[in-house]
């Protein structure tokens, strides 16, 4: 069975940074596309930025040039680095993943991780 595990959430202040990274676990499947979602309080579930299989990349308009997503095929791993954050960034982030496995596709989740920004 496939699980995604987040870490790095955390409390900052405004104009800082954190650096979101996500892990897929498990055997018997490929994965191919990356991302990370945020919910805040009230809100609906929102993109924040995908990556493709092959470095493809595409961002919330609401955090291009602060958010850079990425990821390290051979650790199955997915990253946000997330700078000039801002309190209104504040979110449950989650990781997700689109993955081959047993001859089918599956979307996966992450538990989530929470990012606070104090102004």
């Known amino acids: 069975q496939v699980q995604l595990v987040e870490s790095g959430g955390g409390l900052v202040q405004a104009g800082g940074s954190l650096r979101l990274s996500c892990t897929a676990s498990g055997s018997g499947f490929s994965i191919i596309n990356m991302g990370w979602y945020r919910q805040a309080p009230g809100s609906q579930r929102e993109l924040v930025a995908r990556?493709?299989?092959?470095?493809?990349?595409n961002y919330a308009d609401s955090i291009k040039g602060r958010f850079t997503i990425s990821r390290d095929n051979a650790k199955r791993m997915a990253f946000l680095q997330m700078d000039s954050l801002k309190p209104e960034d504040t979110a449950v982030f989650y990781c997700w993943m689109s993955v081959w496995s047993s001859g089918r596709s599956l979307e996966l989740w992450g538990q989530g991780t929470l990012v606070t920004v104090s102004s």
């Open positions: 990556i493709t299989s092959s470095g493809g990349t």
